[in-house]
């Protein structure tokens, strides 16, 4: 049985940070691609960050956060980590851990539960 479970979110002024994890059980990550979404109240699902291996490691990142937030992965661990610093309020949303269907991020076949990240401005 799969299960993906995220940690670290909170509340935060803006301009602060925060690390979230999702720990991994019941599946091997190292060959999927794996990435954080965020959904806020009203507004859809965004892919926030990924990462992947193909030959090499690729990472991705949705314009509104790149320099600000930073994808890892500790396979060994099989966590997810996803560094946020220099947080807005725009970013207050639930993030969500999902590991993809294989190594190519196009469709993800598990989700974690979700963990809320609000910043206060």
């Known amino acids: 049985q799969v299960q993906l479970v995220e940690s670290g979110g909170g509340s935060v002024e803006a301009g602060g940070s925060l690390r979230l994890s999702c720990s991994a059980s019941?599946?091997?990550?190292?060959?999927?691609?794996m990435a954080w979404f965020r959904q806020a109240p009203g507004k859809e699902r965004e892919e926030v960050a990924a990462?992947?291996?193909?030959?090499?490691?690729?990472?991705s990142y949705a314009e509104s956060v790149k320099g600000r937030f930073t994808i890892s992965a500790d396979n060994a661990k099989n966590t997810l980590y996803l560094q946020m610093n220099s947080l807005k309020h725009d970013d207050t949303a639930m993030y969500y851990c999902?590991?993809?269907?294989?190594?190519?991020?196009?469709?993800?076949?598990?989700w974690g539960q979700g963990t809320q990240v609000t910043v206060s401005s």
């Open positions: 999902a590991v993809g269907r294989g190594a190519y991020c196009f469709e993800f076949d598990y």
């Open positions: 990462v992947t291996v193909i030959g090499s490691t690729h990472y």
């Open positions: 019941g599946i091997t990550t190292s060959t999927r691609c």
